[in-house]
């Protein structure tokens, strides 16, 4: 039997009540989305006739969730990472600032604290037999198509397993393997020294693999490159690239693919002489294109909790 209490008076002050809504202390921004949300769960609870089972299966989950510490990599396969860049695509767009390096989602994996090189930094602390040696590197630009002099590029990936370090559940991998960051040169070149990443999946026993369960859902991505790129007078670029040729590029549980973040693959030799594990190796061109501040403050800076080694 369907029963609809969202709208009598006694539901309506018990919401106001949870938040302490008309309390004179206490966060008002807080509180408003937090009733906003509460509300929103209440009317989906009398609209879809959620029985209690249900309601109890979804807090233990959300018990689950926290004990796994995946909040950040659910957030990403439900699409809210994503959304959030739609809707700073369209902020964008309606200011009338457009042009430069698209962003993409930041993950639940960058590590603060990486060492920082100027101009040229080897990635690979580790040895892994099953990947080959891969150059990433391009010039950091600005609105203006100059070159940026100084610009920090931080960059992360996973190894041939697919695990990122800081981590890997096999704890296999130093604090910063493939993690760096670089300070472009006078001419905004960077260069980064590293091997081929792989694409990863959820953890097949985790929370987050379990809701996709439920939706028939994958929980792979591609192989793909992370980059933060900060520089003063410019906003902060978070972005990531695909590896050409991935089978999942258009496929990606965490929808961050985007067409202009595809860079082809080349192979070139001499990479002997740059201190690669062969001298055969994959080149990634992946030029980057900053874009202004706006109203002298970054409009797109996110603040996060991130960890860090």
Not at 76 to 81: D, H, K, T, V, W
Not at 104 to 125: C, R
Not at 145 to 170: I, M, N, Q
Request: charged fraction near 25%; charge should be negative; include cysteine.
């Amino acid at each position: 039997m369907t029963v609809k209490v969202f709208d009598t008076q006694e539901v309506q002050d018990l919401l106001k009540a949870a938040v302490n809504l008309e309390g004179q202390e206490g966060n008002a921004r807080f509180k408003q989305i937090l009733h906003r949300l509460l509300s929103d769960l209440f009317k989906a609870i009398d609209d879809l006739d959620i029985t209690p089972d249900e309601i109890w299966a979804g807090v233990n989950y959300l018990n689950r969730l926290g004990t796994d510490g995946e909040a950040a990599l659910l957030a990403a396969g439900l699409g809210l990472e994503k959304y959030i860049d739609i809707r700073l695509d369209a902020e964008d767009k309606q200011i009338g600032l457009d042009g430069g390096t698209p962003r993409t989602i930041e993950g639940p994996l960058y590590v603060a604290g990486a060492p920082v090189k100027e101009g040229v930094a080897k990635l690979d602390v580790d040895p892994d037999e099953d990947a080959g040696p891969l150059v990433i590197h391009g010039v950091v630009k600005g609105a203006d198509g100059k070159p940026v002099a100084g610009a920090l590029v931080e960059c992360w990936h996973a190894d041939s397993r697919g695990f990122y370090s800081h981590f890997d559940p096999t704890g296999k991998q130093s604090d910063f393997n493939l993690r760096g960051a670089v300070r472009t040169d006078a001419d905004g070149k960077y260069e980064f020294r590293t091997l081929m990443p792989v694409g990863y999946g959820c953890p097949p026993q985790g929370s987050t693999q379990q809701l996709l369960n439920h939706l028939a859902r994958h929980g792979n991505r591609p192989a793909h490159v992370h980059m933060f790129v900060t520089s003063d007078g410019n906003r902060k670029l978070t972005t990531q690239f695909n590896i050409e040729g991935d089978p999942l590029i258009w496929d990606d549980f965490a929808y961050a693919t985007r067409e202009e973040l595809i860079p082809p693959v080349t192979e070139k030799t001499g990479g002997a002489a740059l201190g690669l594990k062969a001298d055969t190796y994959k080149d990634i061109e992946f030029n980057i294109t900053l874009t202004p501040l706006v109203d002298g403050k970054d409009n797109q800076l996110v603040n996060r909790e991130r960890a860090a080694a």
